[in-house]
């Protein structure tokens, strides 16, 4: 007991200085920048020794999600959303792919294993200048139909302004109650079938709520914007995800490709005993069985979603809204328009996103160590 | 325990977060008072004798090389004994440079001197910021006030101080052809934008595009010529003292004009560097480009054109007899490390000599009157002429009329009015843009 004290008391002394360094560097930064986004800091001589802050509250906040100029912030947070919808799919899919393929142990696999990790290696700023190349408009990928004596491909790429799936922003509270709704009357199926009271009053409560929000109240209250505002999945984001697929589905493929050597052998034996084919054991038994490794490569590359900024900056340039992306953003209002109280604002909610991705992951991992 | 302990971390993570949000609240309130003007700090005269390091910052990478290279060995026959380390960060217009900049002002990092756009660029960013020394004793010892045009020195000064010093003036207001392929289409350069819609069609018929365009920032820089040529030079000055507004008929009819000629431009603009506008209208895929005389530079130095007969110019349609200026300035920021050297580039910046080294090979024409025009190409004795005659106004793009903020938030109204081309949303945004940033008051 006294030696365990003891011991209590190295560790944290070993621990002291990087917990010192953490709560300044990372957690007293978190709450600098969460303070500045309540502030006015920008206006007028933002960049003096002792800048003029006043408090403003939330007001930064409610300018970018319903200000007539901040239109941009909302196109590049639905991009956003939908870079880490297509990003994870992608790699997660094409990932799992070439593990399956590799799992049959074919000629070469070790050289192929490291040819697909490859582009992991490269930096953000060596793909985008190379997929560059590749989807300029008068070159690259849009020549390829000439090898066949076609006409030159006519897709723009990244410099693309058409846009797809438009919806009206006025309605996204709505669609969020919506989605809310469904989330909320699974919780409430699941406490039914197993007969949990307490979920399912809740349940009941919250999904009624929303249902009532988005077939009621949405309509009676006032528009959140003025005007009609549409935004959509932009197309020239779809070349920012292939390089950005085609850089992690490598990382993912390890990922699974570990998961399926370490299944045990017997599964396989018994699975083929039984006569199921190899498409039955890898969709029945394989992939259930690596729902951690799904869970963390999902975690990860979600993660890394957020984090396109040096893809997005190289490949098609901060400038090119088409492409934008919130953290993109974030660095021209702050360091271009001086306007660094509407960037912490940004900042903050780019860490939520990521909290919204890592806290559950926490919880979960923390639940299974107990 | 255990829950104990985890819930002791957390308050232990979660009290910097306060106690940091607790000082900023004290910082705020202790600044609200001294809100007056501080009289800037004026530049000394005598540092000694330059020696050691100078760092210089500047965009001019790439084409623009060479007119900097020029100037640094000017001064390096001067001054033998200072190593000049030359910073250069590239994108046109200086857009990442200037991100760059801030972050080393901020972290109390500044260059020896670095380069910044003359005009609201400079003055709203870094002398309201009070981080600039006062100019005003060097002007006066040197005599630059007598050479440098009184519209200029306003123009880079404001009534505490003179806040850089310019080493090249720009047009803004440029339209770049090549004669022998009009010639061959059988069209000549437009006096109006009616005349360019006219004649665009004729020129999509010949597979031309009548008009070259390049990124974001270099739409900016076309509305501003469309905006001089639908307003004139009264109106378009309005926009920027408060006499004509935002969303006024003639303010919409400028987003109006804009919306049909984007009609007759390249549609991979955003994807190509303005030099590679340039190019389209240099190898006959293209008509006009409307581009600054960095232009010229471009076509001189490293194309090898001759101006006036392999390439020529006009004003932009519809701004005969207008200069939209713009200038590239170096100052004199507080804290350098070696004031001494500083002192000394500026005198070589603002020098005759140094000014007439720069610009022949820029492309851009001396701030002095007194240059000595046989150095320069024909398209620059041009310029040189209208700067002296013409009516001068401030470009938009390039930092004179208004600050950084207004400047990237047009930006963002442009980007949207390319995706949803409606005119009067544009004019509303730019109308709210200019209230938010003190250009118009409410």
Known sequence: MVGSKKNTVYSMLVLLPSLILLLIFVYGFIGNSFYVSLTDWGTGAALRENPLKNLIGLENYRQLFTGAIHDRFRQDLVNAIFYSLFLVAGTLGLGLFLAIMLDKGPKGENTLRTVFLFPMALSFVVTGTIWRWIFSPKGGVNLIPTWFGKERGEFLWLSSREQVAVFNWQNVPQIVALILFIIFALLLYGGWKKGRQTQIIWGAVLSGLMLFYALVLHNLLPPIIPYEEFHGFSLATIGIIIAAVWQYSGYTMALYLAGLRGLPVAMYESAKMDGASDITYYLKIAIPNMWPITLSAIIIISHISLKLFALIFSMAGADNASTGHPSVLMYLITFRANNFAVGAAISVILFLMAALFIIPYLIQSYRARR | ?442
């Not at chain 2, 190593?83 to 200037?98: L, M, R, Y």
């Not at chain 2, 991100?99 to 670095?114: E, H, N, Y």
């Not at chain 2, 052809?177 to 005349?195: F, K, R, T």
């Not at chain 2, 110019?313 to 939209?324: H, I, L, N, Q, R």
């Open chain 2, 1 to 442: 325990m255990k829950k104990g302990l985890t819930l002791l971390i957390t308050l232990l993570l979660l009290l910097p977060m306060v106690s940091v949000w607790a000082g900023g609240q004290q910082e705020g309130a202790a600044e609200a008072e001294e809100t007056e003007a501080v009289v800037a700090p004026e530049v000394e005269l005598d540092y000694g004798k330059p020696s050691g390091d100078l760092e210089i910052f500047s965009w001019w990478a790439g084409d623009e090389a060479p007119a900097l290279n020029a100037l640094i060995d000017l001064y390096n026959d001067d001054y033998p004994q200072v190593e000049v380390i030359n910073a250069t960060v590239t994108g046109g217009s200086g857009v990442n440079a200037k991100a760059v900049l801030k972050t080393r002002m901020l972290g109390g990092d500044p260059p020896d001197s670095f380069q910044v756009h003359a005009g609201q660029e400079l003055i709203g960013t870094w002398v309201a910021a009070e981080r600039m020394l006062d100019l005003t004793p060097l002007f006066e010892s040197e005599g630059w006030l007598d050479v440098i045009p009184e519209d200029l020195i306003n123009l880079i000064g404001t009534e505490n101080g003179i806040w850089s010093v310019p080493v090249n003036v720009h047009r803004s207001n440029v339209m770049w052809y090549i004669p022998e392929n009009l010639e061959e289409w059988g069209v000549e350069a437009p006096q109006s934008w009616d005349d360019f819609l006219e004649i665009a069609d004729d020129l999509e018929a010949e597979g031309v595009v009548p008009l070259s365009l390049a990124t974001n920032w270099t739409v900016n820089h076309l509305w501003e010529s469309v905006a001089l040529g639908v307003l004139g030079a009264d109106k378009y000055d309005g926009l920027w003292n408060g006499e004509l507004s935002w969303t006024s008929d003639e303010a919409v009819e400028v987003w109006a004009t804009l919306d049909e000629i984007l009609e007759y431009t390249n549609d991979d603009f955003s994807s190509l560097s303005w030099q590679q506008a340039t190019d389209l209208v240099v190898d006959g895929d293209a008509a006009f480009n409307i581009m600054g005389d960095w232009a010229a530079g471009y076509m001189s130095t490293t194309l090898n054109l001759e101006p006036g007969n392999d390439y020529m110019w006009a004003a932009s349609p519809g701004t005969e007899g207008v200069f939209m200026f713009l200038a590239d300035s170096f100052g004199f920021p507080k804290g350098v490390k070696n004031p001494a050297a500083t002192l000394s580039w500026l005198k070589t910046c603002g020098s005759l000599e140094g000014q007439d080294t720069f610009n022949p090979l820029k492309g851009s024409i001396s701030a002095r009157t007194d240059s000595d025009l046989s150095k320069y190409n024909d398209y620059s004795r041009s310029a040189a002429e209208d700067f002296a005659d013409n009516r001068i106004v401030g470009s938009l793009a390039h930092g004179v009329t208004a600050n950084e903020g207004f400047m990237n938030d047009f930006a963002t109204v442009m980007e949207m009015f390319l995706n949803n081309r409606n005119p009067e949303q544009a004019a509303n945004a730019a109308q709210a843009i200019a209230i938010q940033n003190g250009i118009v008051s409410r």
